[in-house]
């Protein structure tokens, strides 16, 4: 099989970029040493290939009342331009079928960033529904679109560097917001845990941006470091944390999803049909090892496993989430299964670092 | 790198020493330090294990993943290398001087059986087409 690649593959292997099969795209796992890369975004600034996640535009008359039913969480939370929501899109039984973001931009038009290895079920999935309750929607994936992540403390000001005509429309977003700029659509948002931009352009130029941005002294961060930050961040990822298997109320994405208004949406009925008996839970392992996806994790309350697992270079030892027995407390020492031994680790509220400091 | 042509090498990509009093010392290679990334944790086997060839008896774990380290020979562990336990990174920086354990082999024409640094590279070079 051939793998997929984004415009900026050539620029990965001239910035000596260690390439790795992720989903079915080439892409770059670390350009030298993995924890160096996340050390630079925590402390400084990092960039980020994400080419390969889609972006989604529905336009029309009643986008948002659509949103409302189509996502867990509700489109209505957000009114100001540009603002951004982060939902779950479940199926009716409850499952997660991806996690995503939306921007409203106009009562026309929100735009919807979705994971890459779920883009084209998402997009199906969506004109299912809108040729079912909203027929006059369009639902467009920008093809040819690119998007860049820019990440850490300096990094906006690293941006505005480059694309300084981009400035006086994004110095006064807030955490979440983002700005039409023409060719550029520059978010404030970000999967690191840090502050910084997420820029979509077109794909044409995002090779000169990508170069330009190196110039202006932003190193190349791959895959490798973005799990560790995502992690330490206490973000989900797809495919990992949650699935359709799961709701989102046993993914830790209580938070995202609005049980008490009245407002109906799709898979709403389940959750509130089948309360969840499991939780995720943050675990900071005690004993020495590396916690990794699917160990065991033994509780007096019964079995758990764990959905994503490292070794936190923030603070020096391994992190987890892990899905756990509901009756599981913070506090808590449970042990885990690695190979033939068993080791404590506790349970933690996460995240378990942000904005350069571990919080743990 | 290159491999050093001193050494004595396996197809899971230990590299082995022979030391003057019929011992050995065993490590990974450059190459598998590569593959693997940052190190971050080594979990060596106890003095006094009896391992047989190919026995896996050691872990190494990157940030990306866990590595199973196998005796490159039958033997006895005689000892582990404890500063590995907060400098793993020292197997990124220094893969053939940051040793992992030691053994006494059952014989000693086992050993002179692995590969060499040529063969070892021809290996390393089959498995990535």
Same mark, same amino acid.
């Given at each position: 099989m051939t793998l997929k690649t984004t415009p900026l593959n050539?620029?990965?292997?001239?910035? !000596?970029? &260690?390439?790795?099969d992720f989903g079915g795209w080439?892409?770059?796992?670390?350009? !030298?040493?993995?924890?160096? $890369?996340?050390h630079q975004v925590r402390n400084d600034v990092g960039m980020f290939d994400v080419c390969h996640m889609r972006v989604v535009d529905a336009k029309g008359e009643g986008v948002r009342a659509f949103l409302r039913y189509l996502l867990a969480n509700n489109a209505d939370k957000i009114t100001i331009p540009g603002k951004a929501l982060y939902s779950a899109m479940l199926r009716p039984e409850g499952g997660v079928i991806d996690d995503l973001i939306i921007y409203f931009m106009t009562e026309q038009w929100f735009r919807i960033v979705v994971n890459a290895g779920t883009a084209d079920k998402d997009i199906a999935w969506m004109k299912e529904q809108a040729a079912v309750h909203a027929p006059n929607l369009t639902i467009t994936s920008r093809d040819d679109l690119a998007m860049v992540a820019i990440q850490g403390p300096n990094?906006?000001?690293?941006?505005?560097?480059?694309?300084p005509q981009t400035k006086a429309a994004t110095e006064n977003l807030v955490n979440f917001q983002a700005a039409d700029c023409g060719e550029y659509f520059i978010a404030r948002t970000g999967y690191t845990g840090e502050d910084g931009f997420e820029v979509m352009l077109p794909k044409e130029k995002v090779e000169a941006f990508w170069y330009d941005l190196n110039n202006a002294g932003v190193k190349p961060i791959g895959l490798g470091a973005r799990d560790t930050l995502r992690l330490e961040a206490g973000m989900n990822l797809y495919g990992q944390d949650m699935d359709e298997t799961v709701g989102p109320l046993e993914s830790g994405l209580a938070?995202?999803?609005?049980?008490?208004? $009245?407002?109906?949406?799709? !898979?709403?009925?389940?959750?509130?049909?089948?309360?969840?008996? &499991?939780k995720l839970v943050g675990l900071l392992l005690l004993d020495r090892g590396v916690l990794r996806g699917h160990q065991k994790v033994v509780t007096p309350h019964g079995d758990g496993e764990i959905t994503? !697992?490292?070794?936190?270079?923030?603070?020096?030892?391994?992190?987890?989430?892990a899905r756990v027995p509901k009756d599981v407390q913070t506090g808590d020492t449970v042990q885990v299964v690695i190979r033939d031994k068993m080791l404590a680790a506790q349970v933690v509220k996460y995240p378990f670092a942000r904005n350069g400091k571990g919080l743990i | 790198m290159s491999n050093p042509t001193d050494l004595k090498y396996t197809a899971s990509h230990e590299w082995v020493k022979e030391e003057a009093d019929g011992s050995i010392t065993i490590g990974i290679t450059d190459?598998?330090?590569?593959?693997?990334?940052?190190?971050?944790?080594?979990?060596a086997p106890a003095a006094g294990r009896k391992l047989n060839a190919g026995e896996e008896c050691a872990v190494v774990e990157s940030v990306k993943a866990a590595a199973d380290v196998y005796a490159p020979v039958a033997g006895e562990v005689t000892a582990a290398n404890a500063d590995l336990d907060n400098a793993p990174e020292a197997i990124n920086n220094e893969p053939y001087a940051a040793w992992i354990f030691k053994m006494k082999p059952d014989n000693a024409a086992d050993v002179a059986a692995l590969m060499d640094a040529a063969a070892y590279q021809a290996h390393v070079d089959s498995e990535a087409h």
């Open positions: 050539a620029a990965h292997r001239a910035m !000596g970029a &260690k390439m790795v080439d892409m770059p796992v670390n350009y !030298g040493s993995q924890i160096d $890369e996340h990094a906006r000001a690293k941006v505005w560097q480059v694309l938070w995202t999803v609005d049980l008490k208004s $009245e407002r109906d949406f799709i !898979g709403k009925a389940a959750l509130l049909a089948n309360p969840p008996s &499991k994503s !697992g490292t070794f936190s270079p923030t603070l020096e030892k391994s992190i987890a989430l | 190459h598998a330090q590569e593959l693997l990334g940052d190190m971050v944790f080594v979990e």
